[in-house]
């Protein structure tokens, strides 16, 4: 006589401690192990593009800041380089190095939050606490420049929304100089800890043939070996001029992508110093008028820029009929903005492409006959955000 | 007659009373050595220091709902808690917690009872503690406790094992059963008042039982049944109010419970010179106290199957080898 043997079946969130926001997983178990992990989405769907379609070009932008809000920079900077693109706005140099020095500090924030709750979901907890105090200097830098913390919407079409702070450069100065060391911290407490690399090595593991076929992007798809960064591939915002490089991982498991994320950020810190030392003097929009903004001083002393100004902000500005696609290597991979106009001053269907939803889709794949800690720590080394993924 | 059995309960009572206190301190020292090791501040607002953090912790437990949901067996849930709470304070009946001293005229012994079997005892009732977190995980009817369970039984058996043999090496080397001899055997007159600790004569013993006990006590990095990030809460994600406390409670005593063997075993108990020897011994279960502390502040968790190879294949060989070593050296001694 033999006992029934039965799987259990796990309901995982939507409200659970590690999945990171309202991500819910079921979980079919055989004892700890796991044979099937589907991941439920769609509760913290907002309606993000479709209300985006309702606004004006400009008022859109702050859409974008709510879809990976760990990222509000890159964010920013994909939409207004599609809207830049269906327009046709060349942008100044200053403005180019200014976004890929922000968008740069984003990454290396983005990531240090991820480094956080990942080493928090494997039960580091004094890890959240170091990566949050330090990711405190790129929020301040934020803050000096657009005043927000968070949803920043700093960077706007044609430019960004304010003149650069006077102490930006001592600022994000402070960042190149502290993190390296708190990086070393970082690795002194993981990098060759036995039990994080128990726990990382060969978990969560995704070839390099799978990841393409998946349609995986970012560390994702670096870590498991294929070479493809669309700042190196496809370089937008002048990343070309920048001397940088893309680090890849080898096996494709979560050690992996944890190795190669703290080189992406060290490499970033050696993006923003070229950005830093070679930053060119010039305006921070460009001119274009009637479709970028003029810049506030004018506004408030010349006629015409006031015209110009009033006319933006009540009614836009028309499009030309046609679509644009933008990608951008966002921190959590390619975040793509699909534009379609019909020549009206709204878009008529905006489309974009959340690295973060895409990534999520390889979940069963990574967890397939893991045990059940590995779920949690697969969906760590997913780097999701529930925001983005739903929209 | 009469006297010896108000002599021991005022003892006893004693004993349990600073055990607890002990307890609800030892999670304020917790919050606030975790809290430096990550750059917070810890407790604070309640009293200096927020010395009064776990009496305003107490309070709002003690005023919460107590909620019992309905697939629990009513039993056995109630059961539980108490049954992992009681053998965690039984344990310092037989630990050595002063020298002898005169009180009053009456000649008091400094142990509740001098059992001739103590280091027995003490392995017998601090097994008994697992079943506590074992039945709550059973009883509680939902799939992350039940899980916590198991996974608390699977640690259990891998770990007495382990734990036990450690100390064999004492027992063979000390020749006693007795926890007041043993502490007796340790102490030291010279200078060198720590020579005849027997964590220098066992010093694998030691480190085996060190692991050990973090483990027996279910503390990071071996906090597999109650892993927050996995299972929610383990297997009081359905306990609330004093229940919830009482295994609350439990943990910080069961730590002090290894802390006060682990001291006695390894480290000469309340052996010590100019200072009281109450409290030596609460200065070395504080070493012990603060090592929990920093390997949680430290540490990741293991995972459930490296858990029980480390056990088996790691722990167990060593404590076997350890035995055997020290055995050989008693025979040809």
Known sequence: MSLEQKELTLNMGPQHPSTHGVLRVIVTLDGERVVKAVPVIGYLHTG??????????????????????????????????????????????????????????????????????????LGAMSMLLFTFRDREMIVDVYEACGGQRMMTSYIRIGGLSHELPPDFEKKVRRVIKEIPAKLNDY??????????????????VIS???????????????????????????????????????????????????????????????????????????????????????????VLYKMESLIFHFKIITEGFKSPKGAVYQGIE?????????????????????????????????????????????????????????????? | MLEMIIISSVKVIVVVVAVLTCCAWSTWLERKVVAYMQHRMGPTLAGPFGLLQPIADALKLIFKEDLVPKSVEKVTFAL???????????????????????????????????????????????????????????SSGSKYSLMGALRATAQMISYEVGYGLSIIGVILVANTLSMKELVEMQGSDSIWFFQNWFVFKQPLGFLLFLTCAVAETNRCPFDMAEAESELVAGYHTEYSSMRFSMFFISEYANMLAVSAVGATLFFGGWQGPLLPSVLWLLLKMFLFMFFYIWLRGT????????????????????????TMITAAFVMID
């Open chain 2, 299 to 322: 540490l990741p968790r293991f995972r459930y199957d490296q858990l029980m190879n480390f056990g088996w294949k790691v722990l167990f060989p060593l404590a076997l080898l350890n």
């Open chain 1, 48 to 121: 993000i593009e479709k209300t985006m379609e309702s606004k004006l070009y400009y008022k859109a932008l702050p859409c974008t800041d709510r879809m990976d809000y760990l990222a509000p920079m890159s964010n920013n900077l994909g939409y207004c380089l599609a809207v830049e693109k269906l327009m046709e706005i060349e942008v100044p140099e200053k403005v180019k190095w200014a976004r890929v020095c922000l968008a740069e500090l984003t990454r290396i924030k983005s990531h240090l939050v991820w480094l956080g709750t990942h080493a928090l979901d």
């Open chain 1, 330 to 391: 966002s921190p959590k991979g390619e975040l793509g903005f699909y534009i379609s106009s019909d020549g009206s001053n709204k878009p008529n269907r905006i489309r974009v492409r959340p690295p973060s939803f895409v990534n999520l889709a390889s979940l069963p794949k990574l967890t397939e006959g893991g045990l059940f800690s590995d779920v949690v720590c697969a969906i760590g080394s997913i780097d999701i955000v529930l925001g983005e993924v739903d929209r």
């Open chain 1, 187 to 204: 690795e002194d407490l993981l990098t060759k800890n036995e039990i994080f690399i128990n726990r990382t090595r060969n978990v969560a």
């Open chain 2, 80 to 138: 539980a808690p108490i049954i992992s709470f009681v053998p965690a304070i039984l344990t310092f009946a037989v630990v050595p917690f002063a020298a002898d001293f005169e009180f009053f005229g009456y000649q008091v012994t400094g142990i509740i009872s001098d059992l001739n079997i103590g280091v027995l005892f003490v392995f017998a009732v601090t097994s008994l503690g697992i079943y506590g977190i074992v039945l709550a995980g059973w």
């Open chain 1, 208 to 298: 390099a043939e799978d990841a393409i076929n998946y349609g995986l992007s970012g560390p994702m798809l670096r870590g498991s070996g294929v070479k493809h960064d669309l700042r190196k591939a496809n370089p937008y915002s002048g990343y070309e001029n920048f001397d940088f490089e893309v680090p890849v991982g080898k096996k494709g498991d979560a050690y992996d992508r944890y190795l190669l994320r703290l080189e992406e950020i060290r490499q970033s810190l050696r993006i923003i110093e070229q950005a830093l030392d070679g930053m060119p003097e010039g305006p921070y929009r460009a001119h274009v008028p009637g479709v970028v903004l003029p810049p506030k001083e004018d």
